[in-house]
């Protein structure tokens, strides 16, 4: 009689333990996600000429999502872009040199090689 109760209450405690760990695994991979630049690969200008960038974003399913995001560029003198925050931006190389260009997304970032001449 006490064996039954025993084996419930440890069959409960096991069921409730093996679905809050799931649970928590599906949620650290919710948050993930992977970032690209497109196009993909270094980026060569010269001065004056603009290139547009898209920045893609996917979750762990490989999904498409819409998150804030932030463009940069290790030297400002460089070039600007026409928006620092939209998924879509037109970059302008405004002087030679060389540097990075960086897009920041949910605590992640990538970055592409930039050469102005």
Not at 30 to 56: C, F, H, R, W
Not at 58 to 67: A, P, Q, R
Request: proline fraction near 1%.
């Amino acid at each position: 009689m006490n064996f039954k109760k025993i084996f419930l209450l440890l069959f409960f405690a096991l069921f409730v333990m093996g679905f809050s760990a799931c649970t928590k695994r599906d949620r650290l991979l919710d948050n993930t996600i992977v970032l690209q630049i497109e196009p993909a690969g270094d980026i060569t200008l010269n001065t004056g000429d603009t290139k547009t960038l898209t920045a893609i974003i996917k979750n762990i399913k490989f999904e498409e999502v819409s998150h804030s995001v932030k463009w940069s560029v290790s030297d400002s003198s460089l070039g600007s872009f026409s928006s620092t925050t939209s998924k879509s931006t037109v970059f302008t190389a405004e002087s030679a040199g060389t540097g990075t260009i960086t897009l920041s997304c949910q605590g992640n970032s990538v970055t592409v090689n930039l050469t102005v001449s």
